[in-house]
């Protein structure tokens, strides 16, 4: 019996498949303005990938913020139970999820079971997201996948003090005039964001190991400012982008 | 088949209210046509003595619920702001204040008042609000302050609260050249404490399961226990409405289709989202049963003396769900979380409402610690719809109810 599940991000849309309770692959494509062609898209990718017919699918569950847009799946459900779900999967011994996506961030504390215990998410505000970082690399003109290679190379991080992304940007406009170094400035978005996803995890008290999932988790300047901030390591595996279509695909294995 | 269900499940009182309510309106509208005052006042102001002196109450606050549930909230907030005040302003301050100005709003803005009745047991936000209404109607204006009974109703508190409650009736005397009629006050305060048992009585009956109506419904059939508290009308309507509860009961007729699970709400509604939000959750199964807001307007019952109802307004009014204690404020959401046998508590973090909203994070882990129970917090304001992201808002109401499922099941 084959499972898929289907993550449709606010940037990003990923799937993944599970056979046996055992990883069959993943596939992951940009969102773009048609949630509905992605999911689709991403899916048949998938299938194509692992050599694999839609007939094979026993069963399929969406996520992520278009996941009523997926009308081909057997049931959705909220990012924060697939990601609970899907690191439970990766890995048993995790208690704590950071997942930081484009549209929002999450703290998430599992039981021992892997059941979600409770939640925090940020609230109305681009700040501490994804979408906070894209509008910065735009700023400096830095691919969005560079910005944690620069931020390595920082000497003196920059300080940002607005929290609100569009406040933020200028404030990092006014750095570049003042020609601060770029690795800096970067260095300073990231400890800035972090600040924010961390409020979320101490507010609901995570409990360790954590593990750090959504597709800012490969941002290592991002894991290093928030590794900082939390006071401790995080783990972040190869498919921390893929973990919320991973987890709604052994939830479909549960239908 | 599903539409005579769901013609069965609606609460006939309604119309009746309904009806009510207009005639309230038309008459306030009217009110100089009959040589009638009008006083505004506060929602958890003392309205009793008002209608011993034939005065006619009028609630802004009342109004600014009808400008949120008729989506009229964002472009009179936008207005207020146009004037100058801050959009971290209380929503139905800034409405109130620019409906008085362009006289908008679901009825043409409120009938003008002859004299302002502010008491701060609610919020601080209110006393600005009423000077700047003073200052633009040109009316006397009266404040009643009641502290904080952070952790008891003190003889110090209980001699200053009198003082003024003596004061408010020498202010209504002279604002109406009438001598105030003990007499009459001794009736209202009859009817408006048998109202408030009334009121409770009908909350009460969503400890039934299922629960004959929802906190949905409560939020709307409030509105007579705090405009017309202290008149027979009150008092008739709500014996009529307790009946048709109890009459559901024994029908078996329920609010939510599939009744399952079981939930508390804390803070003012979101006005302008009541269905999308009542939909949400009974597409879960579940009902809120029973909310902190309208049980405020029976909350204070146990000070209140109806054989010398004047005699305990001073206390009745100060000891209020607002005007007390985090801790205290936490002690009766647990009651509540019991009695209704809740499964789980919906907290709006209401951006409008800071006295509301500020003890949000201690009780939400008071409850958490002394439950288990799941709690979640939606961020939101009870009129202005720019503070309200449905996507967002529907995420974690999807999620909490997955976790309330998970435990459940």
């Not at chain 1, 569009?166 to 990092?172: D, G, Y």
């Not at chain 2, 009695?339 to 500020?358: E, I, Q, T, W």
């Amino acid at each position: 019996m084959i499972y898929a599940g289907i993550d449709i991000g606010s940037i990003t849309a990923k799937a993944a498949l599970i056979k046996n309770n055992r990883l069959l692959g993943t596939h992951v494509i940009m969102t773009g303005y048609d949630p509905i062609n992605a999911g689709i898209k991403v899916f048949d990718a998938l299938l194509k990938q692992s050599r694999i017919s839609k007939t094979q699918i026993s069963a399929i569950i969406s996520t992520g913020y278009g996941r009523a847009s997926v009308s081909f799946a057997d049931k959705a459900l909220t990012e924060i139970i697939c990601h609970g779900t899907g690191a439970h999967f990766m890995n048993p011994e995790i208690r704590g999820i950071i997942d930081v996506g484009g549209q929002d961030s999450k703290a998430i504390f599992l039981d021992q079971n892997g059941q979600v215990e409770n939640f925090a998410m940020n609230d109305k505000c681009a700040a501490g997201t994804g979408r906070f970082l894209e509008v910065m690399a735009k700023a400096l003109e830095v691919d969005l996948e560079l910005l944690g290679d620069f931020s390595l190379a920082a000497d003196k991080p920059s300080k940002i003090s607005s929290i609100c992304t569009v406040f933020a940007e200028s404030e990092v406009i006014s750095m570049i005039a003042k020609q601060e170094r770029r690795e800096n400035i970067i260095a300073g978005i990231h400890e800035s964001a972090a600040a924010r996803v961390a409020i979320l995890a101490n507010k609901i008290k995570i409990k360790k190991p954590v593990m750090m999932t959504g597709g800012v988790a490969k941002n290592k300047g991002m894991v290093n400012s928030l590794e900082n901030r939390l006071g401790f390591k995080l783990i972040v595996g190869d498919l921390a982008q893929e973990n919320g279509a991973i987890g709604a695909a052994v939830l479909a294995s549960k239908l | 088949m599903s539409d005579k269900l769901s013609e069965k499940r609606k609460i006939k009182s309604a119309k009746k209210m309904r009806d009510i309510m207009t005639t309230y309106y038309l008459d306030a509208m009217t009110a100089g046509q009959n040589n009638k005052q009008i006083a505004w006042i506060t929602s958890g102001g003392p309205v009793e003595p008002l209608v011993a002196m034939d005065i006619i109450p009028i609630y802004p606050e009342n109004h600014g619920a009808m400008i949120g549930a008729s989506k009229m909230g964002e472009d009179l907030c936008i207005k207020a702001e146009d004037m100058g005040y801050s959009s971290d302003l209380c929503s139905y301050a800034r409405a109130d204040i620019s409906c008085s100005v362009v006289k908008g709003g679901p009825i043409g803005g409120l009938p003008e008042p002859d004299m302002l009745i502010c008491c701060n047991n609610i919020c601080g936000t209110v006393l600005k609000w009423y000077e700047v209404q003073a200052r633009f109607y040109n009316v006397p204006l009266f404040i009643l302050d009641t502290p904080i009974c952070h952790t008891r109703y003190s003889p110090e508190i209980a001699k200053y609260v009198q003082a003024q409650i003596d004061e408010y009736i020498a202010f209504l005397e002279k604002v109406t050249k009438r001598k105030f009629n003990y007499e009459k006050m001794a009736e209202v305060g009859r009817l408006a404490f048998e109202a408030q048992l009334l009121w409770q009585k009908v909350l009460n009956t969503t400890a039934h399961k299922p629960s004959p109506m929802s906190a949905f419904d409560a939020f709307f059939f409030l509105a007579l226990i705090v405009t017309l508290r202290g008149t027979k009308i009150a008092v008739d309507f709500y014996k009529e409405l307790l009946g048709e509860m109890e009459q559901r009961i024994k029908d078996g007729i329920s609010m939510v289709p599939n009744e399952k699970y079981r939930l508390l709400w804390d803070n003012l509604p979101v006005w302008y989202q009541l269905k999308w939000l009542s939909q949400k959750f009974s597409d879960h199964n579940a009902c809120l049963v029973a909310d902190t807001y309208t049980s405020a307007w029976c909350g204070a019952i146990q000070y209140t003396n109806k054989d010398n109802f004047i005699g305990s307004i001073a206390e009745a009014y100060t000891r209020i769900y607002l005007n007390i204690g985090v801790d205290q404020m936490a002690g009766q959401v647990l009651d509540m979380i019991k009695f209704y046998n809740a499964d789980g508590l919906v907290m709006h973090s209401n951006r409008s409402c800071k006295p509301y909203s500020f003890g949000q994070m201690d009780i939400m882990k008071i409850v958490r610690e002394k439950t288990n129970l799941p709690v979640l917090m939606i961020e939101a304001d009870m009129v202005d719809p720019r503070n309200f992201s449905q996507s967002q808002v529907e995420t974690r109401i999807d999620a909490f109810m997955e976790i309330i499922k998970q435990k459940n099941d």
